[in-house]
């Protein structure tokens, strides 16, 4: 059993130290020697505190000895993506910009994990301050994909979905402001959930603060589903979490919607569109009723796009041309792209945005499931999106639900000619997470059946 530990799911893990099979001390050991004997060059972590963890995984043993367990998640190894403080840990967010000096506090996502005695052991990569969703930044260099090499892993939590591709651990704590979950979960065919807006405490808020939500990775939604019970949890530093969370409906039939595009002008690839199709056509066998989402021309990632650059100009413009000049030259150019913009031309953007989000939130009164592609495709070769502008892209399939603040979840949907993973994106109404996660349950295992 002991040289399987890495294979476990959270539920396994935990059995394991319930019945003493497993120390969580053991599975640390394991984790720290695969991450170490790889040789694949993934580099998905930007910090590993192996004393630490080593301490938290020992008090974990020890609680499991004792039967008193702290939560789900006692003595699960997690990762925290680096635009999240942890105390006693810098927070560079992938900038050569950023201290290396220790925060004091942890972060409201990370106070309940600490709480519930998850063994936090390290920082994962990603993009420079989150601005884009390729698989580098200036501090800790390029993540690459476990699951398909040579092409990107995709961010801006690029290293959180690595490390779960890569089997070292079950559990990473990532972010997503307009897809940063979602999308590389889809290339690197992991679970991804961007839970509703403040379902995880997140703060202090950035300037992206009403589209920003922190997600997990997982392998499964079942693993999902445990993570929640534990990062869901009000948070005085964000009010926003502090709304009364319901419980998932009886199981029962779905009412579920499927388009292959919610207004993105970018096709998607073959592929991607049959293997959608033969799942609506599975889900509609299995009795729920499917109706086919009108798909609108309302393509508005330049519009995102606007918006975006704006909130990058806003978070660095206190900053002295100095502190700027650290930053990597495509930053840099897009926060001057945020500066050039006119105040109408801003507003404009603005408020397009506002009534697409509106319109789009109204549409799941009469539905409880939407499905639709979470990406284009498979992921593009290495190096291929460290640009801007990405909603044109890749984003146009995500950003929307971050405008409306819903829940999202990838699941593993297939594989390109050359082995590289897809995902199938499911969003439920605001609040509805709990049900979200138990539709995305329940067609993991008509996926499951059919492979």
């Known amino acids: 059993m002991a040289s ?12 394991a130290y319930r019945d003493g099979r497993l120390h969580p001390s053991g599975v640390l050991e394991q984790l720290f020697a695969a991450i170490e004997a790889d040789t694949r060059g993934i580099n998905a972590f930007c910090l590993l505190d192996r004393a630490a963890a080593e301490r938290e995984a020992e008090a974990s043993g020890r609680r499991w000895r004792e039967g008193r367990p702290l939560s789900v998640l006692d003595g699960v190894p997690v990762s925290i993506k680096d635009l999240v403080n942890v105390a006693g840990w810098p927070t560079r967010r992938g900038s050569l910009s950023g201290s290396d000096e ?11 994990l600490r709480a519930g005695g998850a063994v936090l052991f390290g920082k994962t990569t990603t993009t420079e301050f989150g601005w884009t969703v390729g698989s580098s930044n200036p501090q800790a260099g390029t ?9 990107e892993v995709g961010g801006s ?4 979905a690595a490390q779960v591709a890569a089997g070292w651990g079950p559990l990473a704590l990532g972010s997503d402001a307009g897809g940063s979950v979602r999308l590389p979960a889809s290339w690197t065919g992991t679970v991804g959930f961007k839970p509703s807006f403040g379902a995880i405490p997140l703060a202090p808020a950035s300037a992206f603060a009403e589209f920003a939500h922190l997600g997990t990775f997982t392998r499964s939604v079942a693993d999902a589903v445990l993570a929640m019970q534990v990062l869901s949890r009000a948070d005085a530093r964000d009010p926003s979490s502090l709304f009364v969370r319901g419980e998932a409906p009886p199981d029962r039939p779905l009412r579920i919607a499927w388009a292959l595009s919610v207004g993105s002008s970018q096709a998607v690839q073959p592929a991607v569109a049959e293997a959608v199709r033969a799942l609506v056509r599975r889900l509609a066998d299995a009795g729920h009723s499917v109706v086919e989402w009108p798909e609108a021309a309302n393509d508005r990632a330049l519009d995102m796009w606007s918006v975006w650059v704006s909130r990058i100009h806003e978070s660095f413009v206190d900053w002295s041309d100095a502190q700027r000049a650290q ?3 495509g930053l840099q150019a897009a926060f001057e792209q945020g500066a050039a913009q006119s105040p109408a031309e801003l507003a404009r953007a603005r408020a397009r945005l506002r009534a697409m989000a509106g319109a789009l939130a109204q549409r799941f009164t009469d539905i409880d499931l939407l499905i639709t592609p979470s990406t284009p495709g498979a992921a593009p070769p290495l190096g291929d999106m460290g640009g801007g502008a990405w909603f044109e892209s890749v984003g146009g399939f995500t950003y929307p639900f971050n405008l409306t603040q819903q829940p999202a979840l990838n699941l593993p949907l297939g594989a390109d000619a050359e082995g590289a993973p897809f995902g199938v994106q499911l969003v439920g109404p605001r609040f509805h997470d709990a049900a979200v996660l138990r539709a995305g349950a329940r067609i993991e295992a008509l996926l499951v059946e059919v492979r």
């Open 4 to 15: 399987d530990a890495l294979s476990l799911d959270i539920a396994g893990l935990t059995s």
């Open 102 to 112: 220790p925060v004091p506090q942890d972060a409201p996502g990370v106070t309940p």
């Open 143 to 151: 993540t690459l994909n476990p699951a398909a090499p040579g092409r």
């Open 157 to 160: 939590s690029s290293g959180a």
């Open 327 to 329: 930053l990597s030259p």
